[in-house]
């Protein structure tokens, strides 16, 4: 059963609790703390995606540097660097947009967002936040001589890898599986095992594909993600952290000594994301600043100015 993590008051009132499940793990590998069910399997949604980029680094992908190895790791917000980045990984092999599989989508910045709009493009699957990915698996389909129509099929050579991946890190059992928001399949797993794989990938020797994940995305948080994110501003804070978000509330992390957390928001919503993850990073120990203590308690506006706080529940971490 999940429990009460982050509350929003305004003007002195309680408003709303978001509920969750939330695990720590101390260096070892053991948990430190767990709050509700953590062993049962989720969908990671877009925090697999390091799973997926490991895999890719292991069939011969070879970026032609950190940022493209990071945006291959993406939940990007479409923004012109972002869409930038994809282009040019798409053309180095020789695939335009169209050869993208994800769903078209319109960017999750709210400027590049109405760029697009304003410039009567609409939606476009380079937009889409996943499309750093989609285009990393085209090249190493390319790589490998596989198909690269269909390569979201389960059944596709690059799936099965994906998957004996996931099941290597994790040591989930085989189940069924789901179909992600971008149309590729995803491997159920607990959020215990979740925060294991990135302690892994925090502490693997800098050589393995796991540690050249973990460090791409240090290297540019702001590919991985976008302007104002919580995995930009959590690790521009945090030196050393690795962290990824995924839908529906799913966020996961590792400090570079292999403590970790994984946690799931029941309902999703994102405003409850800031204040937990720095909740979390508070009791792993990382030492506290100014800009933790800022970003720990986002305000709550009425007509313009501050009326409220959404914030960890006191004493629940």
Not at 92 to 106: T, V
Not at 237 to 263: E, R
Request: proline content about 8%.
């Amino acid at each position: 059963m999940s429990v009460e993590l982050v509350e929003v008051v305004r003007s002195g009132f309680r408003e709303c609790v978001h509920r969750g499940n939330v695990v720590l793990l101390a260096p070892d590998g053991e948990p430190t703390l767990t709050l509700g069910e953590v062993h049962l399997p989720i969908f990671p949604r877009s925090t697999n995606k390091p799973l997926q980029a490991i895999t890719l680094l292991r069939h011969g992908f070879e970026p032609v540097d950190d940022a493209e190895l990071a945006i291959a790791t993406a939940s990007h917000y479409g923004e012109p660097d972002h869409v930038a980045l994809v282009r040019r990984l798409l053309e180095r092999f020789g695939f335009g947009e169209k050869s993208l599989e994800c769903p078209p989508d319109l960017p999750q910045d709210e400027h590049a967002r109405a760029a697009a709009m304003s410039g009567a493009r609409g939606p476009r699957r380079i937009y889409m936040n996943c499309s750093g990915k989609h285009a990393a698996m085209l090249a190493t389909c390319a790589i490998n001589g596989w198909p690269t129509e269909g390569y979201l099929d389960a059944a596709h050579p690059l799936q099965q890898a994906v998957s004996r991946t996931v099941a290597e890190f994790t040591g989930e059992p085989e189940t069924d599986l789901g179909i992600d928001g971008c149309g590729l399949p995803i491997v159920p797993v607990s959020l215990v095992n979740l925060a294991r794989v990135f302690a892994r990938m925090a502490t693997a020797d800098p050589s393995t594909p796991e540690r050249r994940v973990a460090d791409a995305i240090r290297a540019h948080p702001r590919v991985i993600s976008g302007t104002n994110a919580t995995d930009l501003l959590t690790m521009r804070a945090t030196p050393g952290l690795v962290c990824k978000i995924g839908a529906d509330g799913v966020h996961v992390g590792a400090l570079p000594d292999g403590s970790a957390f994984a946690y799931r928001i029941e309902d999703g919503h994102d405003r409850a994301r800031m204040p937990l993850t720095l909740a979390v990073l508070r009791r792993l120990g990382v030492a506290w600043t100014e800009e933790h203590t800022e970003l720990a308690a986002p305000a709550v506006l009425g007509g313009g100015a501050r009326v409220g706080v959404i914030r960890a529940i006191p004493g629940v971490l």
